[in-house]
Structures are given as structure tokens and as C-alpha cells.
């Protein structure tokens, strides 16, 4: 089988943050990777999202 390139995926869920005034990140554009090649969720990204951002906001 064939590796998908969601090359122009990606470049779409880009545009669309930047739209909105906000900053894509390797790490960002890693997850969508993963979301895209079905190796996680996007429930799962925004879990460690949300666990990252409260761990910032206690220190």
C-alpha cells in the first residue's frame, strides 16, 4: 500500500490557524501527521494539549 501524502491537508489546517491570528508549531504540524495517518486521535492530541497547558498554568 501506498504512504499518503497529506501534504496539502496539512497546508489547509495551517491556513486555517494562522486565519485566526495563532502560530503553528512542528510539534503541531507533527500531530496532525499522526491524526492524519490514523496512528492517534484528535481527542488524544487535545488531552496531552490540555494536560501540557495545565501543568504550565501550576508551575
Do not use: H, W
Request: charged letters at 25%; one cysteine or more; proline letters at 2%.
Amino acid at each position: 500500500m501506498a504512504k499518503k501524502d497529506y501534504t496539502i491537508f496539512i497546508k489547509n489546517a495551517e491556513a486555517s490557524v494562522r486565519m485566526e491570528g495563532y502560530t503553528v508549531t512542528p510539534k503541531m504540524r507533527n500531530q496532525c501527521k499522526q491524526v492524519l495517518s490514523g496512528k492517534t486521535t484528535t481527542a488524544e492530541c487535545l488531552k496531552q494539549f490540555t494536560a501540557a497547558k495545565a501543568a504550565k498554568v501550576t508551575k
